[in-house]
């Protein structure tokens, strides 16, 4: 049984930095990616970013290419989410994901969407104020 647990989140002013962190109970190598997801009230679960297990390949949802860097440490079973330039719209829960379904058969690409990643965590709040 994959576990996920986030950490990481926290209140920070617009422009201020922020690392996620996710640890995973075991990395699985056959993972075939591992993501960040983010929901914010009232609004759909939405990908910011994606790393392919394998080869490192990564994708990120408009809003955030440039300020955004997703990363792994496979020795440490860790998944990471640096966040800089932060803006008020980027205030959400942020959550880590992980599948093994193959990048051909997401219904999202190349960001992909919620019903691609099977293994989800509890989530961490990102509150971004103006």
């Known amino acids: 049984q994959v576990q996920l647990v986030e950490s990481g989140g926290g209140s920070v002013q617009a422009g201020g930095s922020l690392r996620l962190s996710c640890a995973a109970s075991?990395?699985?190598?056959?993972?075939?990616?591992m993501a960040w997801f983010r929901q914010a009230p009232g609004k759909e679960r939405e990908g910011v970013a994606v790393?392919?297990?394998?080869?490192?390949?990564?994708a990120y949802h408009d809003s955030v290419k440039g300020r955004f860097t997703i990363s792994r440490d496979n020795a440490k079973n860790t998944l990471y989410l640096q966040m800089n330039s932060l803006k008020p719209e980027d205030t959400a829960m942020y959550y880590c994901a992980a599948t093994y379904r193959p990048r051909e058969l997401w219904v999202g690409y190349p960001i992909p969407a919620e019903t691609d990643f099977r293994y989800w965590g509890q989530g961490t709040q990102v509150t971004v104020s103006s």
């Open positions: 790393i392919s297990t394998g080869g490192g390949t990564t």
């Open positions: 075991t990395y699985d190598y056959s993972f075939h990616a």
